[in-house]
């Protein structure tokens, strides 16, 4: 396709990605769907898609091909893919990062997600990019070197942001919030994460390159933090998140149990309350 079909294909995309989560109005995402180019964020092809139980070759080398709701592989031995567009529209809308916000993608892997929050917050916002693995970030550099308002950086993305951020959004599975995430989130900020559970084998071995559990969205208020469960998903594990196989077995536990959806409310080193959803001594959700 050359490239005016192409941009017709991105606004199908676009409309379908949004439409598949139930997202109405909300122009300037499905814009932002609709304006990035996938293929500039991925490998030249032939491009690798998730099938379930491994990968295969997508049967064509035609960028079209990209715009639909599929796992394309990034690092495919660490199972590191550009993500569910689907997925990350509804992260991304309900993070609803405006223009002028302060960003931050922690987990960016090539950048394409990265790409939308740089539109979304447009020229007078900043969006800070954290990725760890210092190939995907070597990635992110180059790919995002048109994006003026985007600084990618190698580092832990337990760490950051360093300073009050309005958007945080996190690609990759925690068992908690880190400290950074809550302490530097700004009133009337917002952060999106996944709180998941490693995956385990029949005794109890740890398998971190998945971890399943399911999307939060914390705001914070003058007064407290608010808290709501978007959707179940799959993320990498994160690297630096260090838990106990007991924390693993009761989150995993508590999400079996159900319940996530009546959460309303983030305690954040604060004393245990009853009737929390999920508790730790220094932070539950209820």
Known sequence: MDETELAICRQAYATQMLAKMGIV??????QAFATVPREDFLDPPPWRMANGTGY???PSTDP??????VLIALQEGRQVNNGSPSLHALGLHWLAPQPGDTACHIGVGGGYYTAMLSHLVGSGGHVSAIEYDRDLAARAIANLAPYGNVEVVCGNGLEWPQSPADAIYVNFGVHRP???WIDNLAIGG???????APSRDGNDNLRPRSARGGFFLIQRTPEHYRARYLSPTVFVWGHGATGTIETYRVLDSTFRQGGMGKVTRL???TPKQEDEWYSEEDWGLL
């Open 56 to 58: 295969q070759d997508m």
């Open 64 to 69: 079209v091909i990209l715009y639909q709701d």
């Open 178 to 180: 880190a400290e950074a």
């Open 190 to 196: 917002r952060l999106i994460f996944p709180l998941c």
């Open 267 to 269: 305690r954040w080193k």
């Open 25 to 30: 109005g909300d122009e300037r995402l499905r």
